[in-house]
C-alpha cells in the first residue's frame, strides 16, 4: 500500500509550512511471508518537534517504543490461510521479522504464533478489511473498518481470519507498569 506522507514544520520566521509531501519511505514488504508489510510512518525518542526536514524513522532500531517514545506504524496482514501454504516457511519469516520488525517479534510467544506483550499503550484503528483481535483464553473480537481499539498493555494477538489483506493503523506511546 502506498501511503502519502504529508509532515509540517516551520519555515521564513516559524511561519508553519510543509516540510514533506511525498511516499513514506520506511516501508517494508516481507518476502518470507508475501502480503505482510509494516511502514513506519513517525517516531519520537521523547516528546519532541523535529526540525524542517528531519525524519526519525528510518533511525528507528525498535518498533517497540520506549517509555516516553511513540512509534506510528502502518501494518497490513494477510490472511492467516497464507501461513498454511506449502511454500510458507515459518523460521524465515520469524527471522526477516526479527530485522524489519525489531522491538516486537522477540516478544512473540513460541507457542502461540502472534501473541505478544507490550509495554505500551496502542491506539489502532482497522483502516482496511476486518481483523480479529485476540486475547487471554483464546477469546477474540472482530474488527471492522475504522474500528478502533485501545491496546492497553495486555498479551494479544491480530488474526486475519478473512480471506483478503487488513490494514491497521497503530500508534504505539511506550509505558510504564504501575503495580495494580
Request: aromatic share 8%; net charge negative; glycine share 8%.
Amino acid at each position: 500500500m502506498d501511503v502519502r506522507r504529508v509532515v509540517t514544520g516551520y519555515a521564513n520566521g516559524n511561519k508553519s509550512v510543509v516540510v514533506t509531501d511525498g511516499p513514506a519511505t520506511n516501508h517494508y514488504e516481507m518476502k518470507s511471508l508475501p502480503g505482510f508489510a509494516r511502514t513506519i510512518l513517525w517516531s519520537t525518542n521523547s516528546p519532541a518537534l523535529y526540525p524542517a526536514g528531519e525524519d526519525p524513522a528510518p533511525s528507528v532500531t525498535s518498533l517497540h517504543p520506549e517509555p516516553g517514545e511513540t512509534r506510528c506504524l502502518l501494518l497490513t496482514l494477510p490472511p492467516d490461510s497464507s501461513m498454511g501454504s506449502a511454500d510458507f516457511d515459518p523460521q524465515a519469516f520469524f527471522a526477516e521479522g526479527l530485522e524489519h520488525c525489531p522491538g516486537i517479534f522477540e516478544r512473540m510467544e513460541a507457542d502461540h504464533p502472534g501473541m505478544h506483550q507490550t509495554d505500551s499503550v496502542d491506539y489502532v484503528m482497522v483502516v482496511d478489511g476486518e481483523i480479529w483481535l485476540e486475547l487471554d483464553n483464546g477469546e477474540t473480537t472482530r474488527l471492522q473498518q475504522h474500528d478502533f481499539v485501545i491496546q492497553n498493555g495486555t498479551r494479544h494477538g491480530w488474526r486475519n481470519k478473512s480471506s483478503a489483506p487488513a490494514t491497521i493503523l497503530a500508534i504505539l506511546i511506550g509505558a510504564r507498569r504501575r503495580d495494580a
